[in-house]
């Protein structure tokens, strides 16, 4: 791999923590609280409002999931994927 691209790796997977720690505290809280005066905050006023935290919190799952399997394969194991990326490729182009 390109020495390039290995940096912005290994920069994804420090960052990785944060967004783990963000899951696990919104897991134990049971719900999401938004900021004050946030977009999220605007979304939580509309009664189906609710529904974008739940979405929000799903998609910060998948990709705890999928930050946690690439750092297990590429820099636990040494393995670099052929075709794996091409999950998060397919996901990302269906997403609306």
Known sequence: MPRRSRKYLELAF????????????????????PIGGSHAAADFRDPLGAHVGDNAVAFLAVACDYI?????????????????????????????
């Open 14 to 33: 420090e960052q990785a923590s944060r967004f783990n720690n963000r899951y696990d505290a919104i897991s134990a809280a049971g719900s999401v609280a």
């Open 68 to 96: 946690s399997a690439w750092r297990r394969l590429f820099v636990e194991s040494r393995y670099q994927p052929i075709y794996a990326h091409g999950g998060l490729i397919r996901g990302r182009s269906r997403a609306p």
